[in-house]
């Protein structure tokens, strides 16, 4: 299954991929080493998009008692900040940064009314620069859950992405596992979580959206 927001860049990819093959078997009949070659290419490019793009059924554990990795890739920060936008005061940071062999799907990690939600248009530094979630693309969005009170959590482009997709609108009920957006390309979610919450997850541990809990509560 592929994500919806892939279906026209997947058509786009496919047209240019027959186009790529016939072009090839009428202008390089004669070089077959070349033709097949340019024949793998293509077949290489129409591969990766369809990867990029995939959306694997995952079926969620619903709970207001955790809340779960909003997307796949490593954990790569676990520390207190301040968070300057909404909050602003110090929360704990939970970052995974997504690699270009990733589902890039983002979910909602916990159950809740969106409090908050604001687009930020910005620069494309690499993913895990320190200023990347303060100065990249990126989306912001609040959760209000009744366990866990106001989580956020932040998409951010990098240096490949050039969409964020964001589908939480302030007022929203939203639950949890459900498709919350996509991040074209890329490349790296932040969910910043209440200081003294205690995390189920490790620096270089792999999350899968969906399955991972990244914290509890009894």
Same mark, same amino acid.
């Given at each position: 299954m592929f994500h919806k927001e892939g279906s026209k860049i997947i058509l786009i990819t496919l047209i240019f991929v027959v186009g790529i093959i016939f072009s090839a078997d009428y202008f390089l009949k004669d070089i077959n080493w070349l033709r097949i070659v340019v024949f793998l290419f293509a077949l290489l490019l129409l591969i990766l998009i369809l990867q990029f793009f995939r959306n694997p059924t995952r079926v969620a554990n619903n709970s207001d008692n955790h809340i779960l990795a909003p997307v796949d890739g490593k954990v790569v920060v676990i520390?207190?900040?301040?968070?300057?936008?909404?909050?602003?005061?110090?929360?704990?940071?939970?970052?995974?940064?997504? &690699?270009?062999? $990733?589902?890039?799907? !983002?979910?909602?990690?916990? @159950?809740? +009314?969106?409090?908050?939600?604001? =687009?930020?248009?910005?620069?494309?530094?690499?993913?895990?620069?320190?200023?990347? &979630?303060?100065? $990249?693309?990126?989306? !912001?969005?609040?959760?209000? @859950?009744? +366990?866990?009170?106001?989580?956020? =959590?932040?998409?951010?482009?990098?240096?490949?992405?050039?969409?964020?997709?964001?589908?939480?609108?302030e007022g929203m009920r939203v639950v949890q596992g459900k498709d919350a957006g996509f991040i074209k390309f890329g490349s790296r979610v932040d969910l910043y979580l209440p200081i003294g919450t205690e995390v189920n997850v490790k620096i270089g541990e792999k999350a899968i959206g969906n399955k991972t809990v990244i914290c509890n509560k009894a």
């Amino acid at each position: 299954m592929f994500h919806k927001e892939g279906s026209k860049i997947i058509l786009i990819t496919l047209i240019f991929v027959v186009g790529i093959i016939f072009s090839a078997d009428y202008f390089l009949k004669d070089i077959n080493w070349l033709r097949i070659v340019v024949f793998l290419f293509a077949l290489l490019l129409l591969i990766l998009i369809l990867q990029f793009f995939r959306n694997p059924t995952r079926v969620a554990n619903n709970s207001d008692n955790h809340i779960l990795a909003p997307v796949d890739g490593k954990v790569v920060v676990i520390e207190e900040v301040f968070e300057p936008e909404y909050f602003k005061d110090k929360r704990l940071m939970v970052s995974i940064f997504m &690699s270009p062999i $990733n589902v890039h799907v !983002t979910r909602y990690a916990l @159950n809740g +009314i969106v409090k908050y939600s604001k =687009y930020h248009p910005g620069k494309y530094l690499v993913a895990w620069h320190p200023k990347a &979630s303060e100065e $990249n693309e990126r989306t !912001t969005v609040v959760i209000n @859950n009744r +366990i866990f009170g106001e989580v956020m =959590y932040r998409q951010i482009a990098g240096a490949l992405a050039r969409r964020i997709v964001n589908y939480a609108q302030e007022g929203m009920r939203v639950v949890q596992g459900k498709d919350a957006g996509f991040i074209k390309f890329g490349s790296r979610v932040d969910l910043y979580l209440p200081i003294g919450t205690e995390v189920n997850v490790k620096i270089g541990e792999k999350a899968i959206g969906n399955k991972t809990v990244i914290c509890n509560k009894a």
